[in-house]
């Protein structure tokens, strides 16, 4: 078997084209932009990087992008103060904390300010809350870009047996709840798992987001599965190279021949997260403003 090597790139740019769309259309509604507020705390390079990013596609698909920046000492207080205000701001539809945060900021509490209906990551307590009740709700990005991904390939998951290894609160659970809701039997595997082996023979569906490189081989998996590798791991330089090269959590090679399709590392997973950001954007400025989605965006890609 030589698995089909999923594009996230292509889906990335689908889902950009779309958000662009729908942005260009509230714009003739409404005579104003969709705009999402990026809030940076600290100088931790890989956050700087993303955000530069988000930043950067936020204009690029015809939304307003307004950046904070704070040094690393900021007090609790600057921060949700801003928040606070950034609720109250008609022209902002999406607020983004930038994770994680300098280690003296209590987290927790800070994204819990964030007025839900604008928690375009989809972390408050109270999405989180919504998306186990089956609520509409805003969902955090990777795993809603992953059950797109999902819907595009399998169309109904009704039945299907789906094993996420992870549980982190930003891709682990609210990807096992998404695929609650398309009627998957779900397993959730971690750190204290016995024979994760065992479990995803089983699998139809992997989603892996563990942060072990090259954790899952591909002996472990069943052929004919669907394998979503949200991993991002880098491993030691070789000798004579400056950088070690970037893998997943699943060993891909193996894979390659076990699998029916696979999101390589990179150029998978990753490369949908902020298009979905922006789509998130898109839905929350349409709900704030009374103004009803045609259909679902991600049934329409």
Not at 232 to 243: A, K, Q, V
Request: hydrophobic share 45%; charged share 20%; with cysteine.
């Amino acid at each position: 078997m030589s698995a089909e090597v999923i594009d996230g790139k292509t889906f990335g740019a689908r889902f950009q084209g779309r958000a662009r769309q729908l942005a260009a259309t509230f714009a003739q509604k409404t005579g104003r932009k969709p705009g999402l507020a990026v809030v940076l705390a600290g100088n931790d390079p890989a956050s700087q990087v993303y955000v530069r990013s988000k930043v950067r596609s936020t204009l690029n698909a015809g939304m307003e992008s307004f950046e904070h920046r704070f040094s690393s000492d900021v007090s609790q207080e600057e921060l949700v103060g801003l928040i606070k205000q950034l609720n109250a701001d008609p022209s902002v539809d999406g607020i983004l904390v930038q994770l994680p945060l300098p280690k003296h900021l209590d987290e927790k509490q800070i994204i819990a300010e964030v007025d839900p209906d604008k928690d375009v990551d989809g972390i408050t307590p109270t999405n989180a809350g919504r998306l186990v009740l089956g609520m509409d709700t805003l969902v955090s990005c990777t795993p809603l870009g992953c059950i797109m991904i999902l819907r595009h390939l399998l169309g109904d998951m009704s039945g299907l047996n789906a094993t996420v290894v992870g549980r982190s609160i930003l891709f682990g659970k609210p990807m096992a709840q998404l695929l609650l809701t398309e009627n998957c039997t779900v397993t959730m595997a971690h750190s204290r798992t016995r024979d994760l082996p065992a479990l995803l023979r089983n699998a139809d569906i992997v989603v892996a987001a563990v942060g072990v490189p090259q954790l899952i081989r591909g002996s472990w998996l069943k052929p004919g599965a669907i394998v979503l590798d949200g991993g991002i791991n880098r491993l030691e330089p070789e000798p004579g190279t400056d950088r070690g090269r970037i893998v997943g959590d699943v060993a891909f090679d193996e894979a390659l021949d076990h699998v029916k399709a696979i999101t390589p590392v990179p150029g998978g997973v990753g490369a949908i997260t902020i298009a979905v950001l922006l789509l998130n954007t898109v839905t929350a400025a349409y709900r704030a403003s009374g103004i009803d989605l045609e259909c679902s965006f991600e049934k329409s890609l």
